[in-house]
């Protein structure tokens, strides 16, 4: 069963424009979410998260919106740049259970000159 | 700060042979969870370490075993190695367990033959 859904593998996007990643979750427990970025070879890396508490984040050109009524939550890159181009993961905690971390499959972002 | 370390980088090894990967958290950082990745499959969630005490378990099977030491570093164990197993195997930490933002490693990419 899976619980954090990332439904596009992969995403096309022109430089310059804005880059929309979603991301779907079905346990309602969750309330912490994190989106991750990965370059081939590397270990991911946090780029942003968000609290339950809140409907948005923003941190330069990453903006992460939740929308808790519909279980979902996207992330914004605006504008999107080549070295963008990298697999970004969805991920969420019931964060005041103290449990584990649950990632999405990942989405491949490819940032088009 | 140095970042999480993984030792080895890269290990090929046979069917039925074991494997011991290491992994060195984030200064401070107490808690150690193991991802594995595979194409297709995101990160699978191994188990996750604090105080010397694994607190939570993904859906492996018993081959994978794991350890934290009072440092904090932590090894991970997979014996009688499958075909199956060949993965890129990621350490992340963080300063406290339970959902909290973590930080990961390069990964161990590990091929079996």
């Known amino acids: 069963d899976q619980q954090v859904k990332q439904n596009s593998p992969s995403l096309s996007v022109q430089e310059g424009r804005i880059s929309i990643l979603n991301c779907d979750y079905t346990?309602?427990?969750?309330?912490?979410f994190l989106w991750y970025k990965k370059y081939p070879a590397e270990g991911p890396t946090f780029l942003i998260s968000?609290?339950?508490?809140?409907d948005k984040n923003e941190d330069g050109r990453f903006t992460v919106f939740l929308n808790k009524s519909a279980k979902h939550l996207s992330l914004h890159i605006v504008p999107s740049q080549p070295g963008d181009s990298a697999v970004y993961f969805c991920?969420?905690?019931?964060?005041?259970?103290?449990?584990?971390?649950?990632f999405g499959k990942g989405t491949r972002l490819h940032i088009l000159p | 700060k140095a970042g999480v370390t993984q030792t080895p980088r890269y290990l090929i090894k046979t069917r039925g042979q074991q494997v011991t990967l290491s992994c060195s958290p984030i200064s401070g950082h107490r808690s150690v969870s193991w991802y594995q990745q595979t194409p297709g499959q995101g990160l699978q969630f191994l188990f996750e370490?604090?105080?010397?005490?694994?607190?939570n378990k993904g859906n492996f099977p018993g081959r994978f075993s794991g350890r934290q030491f009072s440092n904090s570093r932590s090894e991970m164990n997979v014996s009688t190695l499958e075909l199956g197993d060949s993965a890129l195997y990621l350490c992340a930490s963080s300063l406290n367990p339970g959902g909290e933002t973590q930080y990961f490693g390069p990964g161990t990419r590990l091929l079996v033959l």
């Open positions: 370490y604090f105080s010397e005490t694994q607190r």
């Open positions: 346990n309602s427990m969750f309330d912490y």
């Open positions: 991920a969420a905690s019931a964060g005041n259970k103290g449990d584990k971390i649950i």
């Open positions: 968000i609290s339950s508490i809140k």
